[in-house]
């Protein structure tokens, strides 16, 4: 994963890593922005922002940004996350600064046409019910709530709909202005690309961009708590979350280890005493997502009623004991191979590796060597496991029900039932 990398005047970095045997480039723009960065009152701008972009700029209508995209067979997207904000593409190699120009073009040119907003409004709204109608979505952004109570982080990324409807131009316009700027901007390229030749291309598009940011996020606090929602399905979806793991930790890489032993895979202990041996479930699985200033751990099911009572006391159960029992040499040793297996391999693609600099550089200031990642994950010991298992799971809980859920253990019985 050798990269090069250049920051222009304004703060914004440029990264390059060049694989010169392919035919292709990955390319994107990543903003460091998203719900975290919002206000209350302008929950959901970040991603309205992001689909408005899209409307037109000064030189190009919604049609021609597509078309000019398909018409050399590129591909492009964006998404908004909780602290990132991406548009990226992947080309030939041949067509690099034309994507690089439609992307730049719209972080840095958006109009933001009037009716174009008043469309883009509904089909957001519409995006927004699609997620309530999902269980096995919604109940993560009712996590999120929970877990961080009348804060940024449990606010979803999509918002409420009343507050979409009330996104006018004006405020979108502020919203880039304060949160679009160099230091909050890595453009990152992977492929059949030389370095200087990109710097030139970003520098003469985004160079003369604010350096700036002019927004701070408050603090955000895990405080844990429940949640519940009777719905009129099949199914009964479940989440018991915990205070986790924030990006810049001693404790990331263990939490890793610990996450794809208890729930990685289908050698991990929840899937084999939870679906293998009982048969309670179809699908269920540990998570860990890291924020700049938290964390979440936590453990997703999707079950029937008939088997939700008994269900809880078993995750209960295997939670006791990887916290009372250290793991086997055995369950360390596949746990670090499945880990260190899944990041070559998704560093095997352009995109995924566009991603992962980018990301990196703006977490971190820094690109992390594969061999770094490598060498923290091979010194993760069974100790070091039990010692964030513990940590985790001394945590006030989050536990969260969507679905046929009468019956359900309640949140105080859950708590009991977790003897560290």
Sequence with gaps: MQSEITTLANGLRVITSSRPEIET??????????????????????????????????????????????????????????????????????????????????????TFPESELLKEREVVVQEIKQTI??????????????????????????????????????????????????????????GNIRHNDFVRMVEQR???????????????????????EKREIEQAHVVL???????????????????????GGMSSRLFKEIREKRGLVYTVYSFSNSHTQSGLFGIYAGTTNK???????????????????????QELNRAKTQLKASMLMALESSSSTAEVLARQMLLFDRIIPIEEMVERIEKVSVDDVQNIARKIFSSNPTYTLVGDIEGYPPYDEIKQMIKL
């Design 25 to 110: 480039v990955s390319l994107g723009i990543w903003i460091k922005t998203g719900s975290a960065f919002e206000t209350e009152e302008m929950n959901g701008i970040s991603h309205f922002l992001e689909h408005m972009v899209f409307k037109g700029t000064e030189t190009r209508n919604t049609f021609e940004i597509s078309e000019q995209f398909e018409d050399v067979g590129g591909q492009s997207n964006a998404y908004t996350a909780r602290e990132f904000t991406s548009f990226y593409a992947k080309m030939l190699k041949g067509d690099t600064e034309l994507a690089i120009d439609i992307l730049a073009d719209l972080v840095k040119n958006a």
């Design 307 to 329: 088997e939700l009572k008994e269900l809880m006391p078993v995750i209960c159960e295997e939670i006791n004991k990887i916290c009372r029992e250290k793991v086997s040499e």
């Design 133 to 190: 109608d999902m269980p096995d979505d919604i109940i993560f952004d009712y996590l999120q709530e929970q877990a961080f109570p009348n804060q940024a982080l449990g606010r979803t990324i999509l918002g409420p709909a009343e507050k979409v409807r009330s996104f006018a131009k004006e405020k979108l316009k502020a919203y880039l202005k304060s949160n679009y700027a160099g230091e909050n901007m890595v453009v990152c390229a992977v």
């Design 206 to 228: 985004l160079g003369s961009i604010q350096a700036q940011s002019h927004f701070t996020p408050d603090k955000q606090v895990y405080k844990g708590g429940f949640f519940a």
């Design 241 to 263: 979350a915990f205070e986790g793991i924030k990006y810049e930790c001693e404790n990331y890489y263990p939490c890793m280890v610990f996450s794809t032993i208890f729930g």
